[in-house]
């Protein structure tokens, strides 16, 4: 009997040393991803406040904690409740292991672990989640390997930033902002609790899903803790009873999914990591007048909506959509974004890629080549009708161009061209300005594929939202056209990784631009744009609408914000009859700037006149005039006060 205890006291002792010898020689046990740890984390991205439009992750949301800004509690809670030898033993726990066999065997499978906390840290970096011998034998060496290259400190600090811990959440900093909306620093104890109790089984504890059962399991945590006389019987008795607020909220938090769509593209290939690598990424988005100028789009839209369904009883408004830009065309800062009335069922950004043909919104370009030659809103044009033979692919085609309200005026001034935004007059006046010399001045803008003819005049040019943006600071910066930018920087770990500045270009003097603002205030006050009209702020702009109704815009600017809105049919389709930009754009460019001077009372109201503009009465109206733009030499004007009144 003697022998037969001996030999099985051997057998029992040696066996297992031989199985661990087995598998300690057999695999690789390499452990550089948890020693080099460098898990996949969320970058952020924040409007130009520093608020936070989305997060960005592929598969695991993480924001990564240090081992210095993890709350003690936080610590005393995982141990009290995962691992209550963690910063005693060798990385496992000897004691644990020979219970949870016992019950293994009894019930002959798998039914009990007794994993330390450094046992979970490698089960979750670097092994498969399938309970095998193998796998636990694997899990037991790496641990005791793992714990002869790192500390206690650093291995907890790893532990605490993989853990899953339910609702996406990876991570206890993840958790903290996810659940709580709160930093580590300012969780109360009970909800440290919660979070400590989730490892074990993330998806039923979850508070979010089961808030009374997680309470329970947060209470057990506490009682832990309690025992092991971490906490006092007061400090117990009190987070029994709290019930901490849990935010349900989406994991990204998109606030402006087609500002983010856009700040990932315009990033890919210069940070080819940008949704794992943990970077904040600054724009210059304000979130305020992002949600502005989608209200201002939904605004327009429902407004379009109820007018078509009135006017036309089956009127089909399925394919109608829109795009609305505005932007600080000083230092090019893109201030809201928005490219479809509704993301989810078009996440197609047309502000960024819809190329369409501005029509005559393209025509402040024209009459700015005129003014820079010379003319003034005082210049005479002929709006008359003509017949113009052109080539069409070796065919010659005869163009009969109209004036939208069918009507002719014979003699109109340059001012009354635009307000009324005459196609014959617009026409006459790049045939006396001459087309090749047109086109070279436009070719200064910087606009590219220009028509090489006359339909130039009615904006047969293609252009998205943005790009029209990215010209019309030409007028709204006084002659200094402006790029948009829409990052301004982006940071990993406080380093800066990239950065962008806008870039500016000279198109003409400050006078020359005044001339034609005063010009497109008079659309909105007088002309076809007056759905635009705001009170208690000077706006300046102009409609436009193609062919057939198939687009509408709306292109304009304040002192100090620009604006550019468009509507069409996702087909490229006709709108209905009368459906132009000044009736379905313009009323969201009203909405906008409405909303601008409620949210930003101090913002600047008039345009500022620059000096050497000459002010004339004409006939009872005012015009404006420079030394290059100069006023008519007519008899009897007499000059008193920097102004020249007939």
Not at 439 to 463: E, V
């Amino acid at each position: 009997m003697r022998k037969i205890f001996i030999f099985v006291v051997v057998i029992i002792i040696i066996v297992p040393l031989a199985v661990v010898l087995y598998y300690a020689t057999t695999f690789n046990y390499n452990l550089n991803k948890v020693i080099h740890y460098n898990p996949q984390l969320t970058t952020t991205i924040y409007d130009t406040n520093g608020k936070k439009i989305a997060n960005l992750f592929d598969k695991q949301d993480r924001f990564y904690v240090s081992f210095d800004k993890i709350p003690a509690r936080m610590i005393e809670a995982i141990v009290a409740t995962e691992d209550t030898t963690f910063f005693e033993n060798p990385g496992i726990n000897i004691s644990a292991m020979f219970r949870a066999l016992i019950k293994d065997l009894r019930a002959h499978k798998i039914v009990e672990g007794a994993s330390t906390l450094t046992q979970q840290l490698i089960k979750n970096v670097l092994l498969t989640p399938k309970k095998t011998i193998s796998r636990k034998i694997h899990g037991i060496i790496s641990a005791l390997l793992l714990e002869r290259s790192l500390n206690k400190d650093q291995i907890i600090t790893r532990y605490l930033n993989q853990v899953y811990l339910g609702h996406g959440y990876y991570g206890i900093k993840t958790a903290s902002l996810g659940y709580f909306h709160k930093p580590l620093q300012d969780l109360s104890l009970k909800e440290i609790a919660i979070l400590a109790g989730l490892p074990q089984a993330p998806s039923f504890y979850c508070p979010t899903k089961n808030y009374q059962i997680s309470l329970a399991r947060a209470n057990h945590v506490l009682q832990r803790m309690y025992d092991l006389g971490w906490i006092n019987k007061q400090t117990y008795d009190k987070e029994l009873k709290a019930q901490p607020k849990v935010y349900n909220t989406s994991l990204t938090q998109n606030k402006a999914p087609y500002v983010v769509d856009e700040v990932v593209r315009r990033l890919k290939g210069i940070i080819p990591n940008i949704k794992t690598g943990g970077y904040k990424i600054y724009t210059t988005i304000n979130l305020k007048l992002q949600k502005n100028a989608r209200d201002a789009l939904l605004y327009a839209y429902h407004r379009t909506l109820k007018r078509l369904h009135r006017e036309y009883r089956d009127a089909n408004t399925s394919e109608l959509n829109g795009a609305i830009v505005s932007l600080n065309p000083k230092n090019g800062h893109i201030l809201a974004l928005v490219g479809g009335i509704n993301y989810y069922k078009s996440p197609y950004d047309r502000a960024v890629m819809a190329l369409r043909q501005p029509g005559s919104a393209f025509k402040p370009f024209i009459y700015q080549t005129a003014i820079d030659l010379g003319y003034s809103g005082a210049s005479l044009l002929p709006d008359v009708a003509r017949s113009y033979d052109y080539d069409a692919n070796g065919t010659v085609v005869k163009w009969q161009p109209q004036n939208y309200e069918r009507n002719y005026e014979g003699l109109i001034t340059l001012r009354e061209a635009l307000i009324h935004s005459k196609n014959l007059a617009t026409i006459n006046l790049v045939m006396q300005i001459g087309l090749p010399e047109m086109i070279r001045h436009l070719q200064n803008f910087g606009i590219k594929n220009i028509p090489n003819n006359l339909t130039l005049a009615l904006g047969s040019i293609t252009l998205t939202p943005l790009e029209m943006a990215h010209y019309y600071t030409s007028f709204a910066n006084h002659g200094i056209q402006t790029t948009p930018i829409l990052i301004t920087k982006v940071t990993k770990n406080g380093e800066i990784v990239y950065q962008n500045r806008a870039k500016h270009r000279y198109i003409t003097s400050p006078q020359q631009t005044f001339i034609l603002t005063t010009i497109l205030e008079d659309v909105i006050k007088y002309g076809t744009g007056g759905y635009a009209y705001t009170k208690n702020i000077q706006l300046a702009g102009k409609t436009g609408t193609t062919n057939n109704d198939v687009d509408g815009w709306f292109c304009g600017y304040s002192p100090t914000v620009e604006t550019i809105v468009w509507f069409g049919n996702n087909n490229n389709k006709p709108m209905y009859p009368g459906e132009t930009g000044g009736r379905v754009s313009a009323p969201a460019f009203h909405y906008f700037y409405k909303k601008l001077i409620q949210d930003y009372p101090q913002v600047q109201r008039k345009f500022i006149q620059p000096p050497g503009i000459i002010k004339v009465k004409i006939r009872g109206k005012m015009e404006y005039f420079s030394h290059i733009s100069k006023p008519p030499k007519t008899s009897g004007i007499k000059q008193q006060e920097n102004k020249l009144i007939f």
